[in-house]
C-alpha cells in the first residue's frame, strides 16, 4: 500500500536531486549516487557512476525548468515525487514521477523518469 508523502517529508537526496538539478549543479547531483545505480530517462539505462556522470553532463543544462510539487508517495521501498515541469523545453509544460530507491545511507541506487 502507498503511503503520502508531502515534500518536506522526503529523504534529503530527493531534495538534492531536485536542488541540484534546478541550479545545474552537475557535482552536487552526481554526489547523490552510488557507484553501481542505475538510471531510467527518456528509454535509456545508465548504469554505474561513469554513465550517470556523462548523463548529467549531458542533460542537466538542457533546459530551464520551474518545478511545482504536486504530490509525493512511498510505495514498496520506492519514493516517489511528482513535480509539474514549466519551461523551455517542447511542449514546454509537463507532469513528471521521480522515482527513487536509496541504500541505508540516503544514497540513490535506482532512479527512473515515469
Do not use: N
Not at 529523504?11 to 552536487?28: I, L, T
Not at 519514493?79 to 509544460?93: I, N, Q, S
Amino acid at each position: 500500500m502507498s503511503k503520502a508523502l508531502e515534500y518536506d517529508e522526503m529523504p534529503a537526496a530527493v531534495h538534492g536531486f531536485v536542488d541540484g538539478w534546478q541550479s545545474h549543479d552537475a557535482e552536487k547531483v552526481e554526489a547523490l549516487f552510488t557507484d553501481w545505480a542505475v538510471v531510467s530517462d527518456e528509454g535509456r539505462t545508465h548504469r554505474g557512476r561513469d554513465e550517470i556522470r556523462a548523463w548529467i553532463r549531458e542533460s542537466i543544462d538542457l533546459f530551464t525548468t520551474t518545478l511545482t510539487f504536486l504530490r509525493g508517495r512511498e510505495d514498496k521501498g520506492m519514493l516517489g515525487a511528482t513535480f509539474r515541469l514549466e519551461g523551455d523545453f517542447p511542449g514546454g509544460v509537463v507532469q513528471l514521477e521521480y522515482r527513487f530507491r536509496l541504500d541505508e545511507e540516503g544514497r540513490i541506487v535506482q532512479l527512473d523518469f515515469a
